[in-house]
């Protein structure tokens, strides 16, 4: 897992608008600090995004790459890597 920086924070600000009806941060230290406070994560792939989910207890049989992608939570990042915000 990738840390959580200006760039996925940046990407996070600009796309907050499919997780939630209106913004919840305005610039990056703001995006930073709400990505923290919900633990958000960066994953290399949606199995390694599956895998956590499954580790955490949640129900995943069945879930497939293609379903978590269309998840409201789960952001494609700029660099290839995906960021969840379970907010």
Do not use: H, R
Not at 40 to 47: G, H, I, K, L, R
């Amino acid at each position: 897992m990738a840390k959580i920086n200006d760039f996925y924070a940046k990407a996070f600000l600009d796309n907050q608008l499919k997780l939630f009806p209106e913004p919840v941060c305005d610039t990056v230290d703001e995006a930073l600090e709400f990505l923290d406070d919900v633990m958000a994560q960066v994953f290399d792939s949606p199995e390694e995004i599956i895998e956590y989910l499954d580790d955490c207890g949640m129900d995943v049989l069945g879930m497939t790459p293609e379903n978590i992608l269309d998840a409201n939570e789960v952001f494609v990042m700029p660099d290839g890597k995906y960021l969840l915000v379970e907010a």
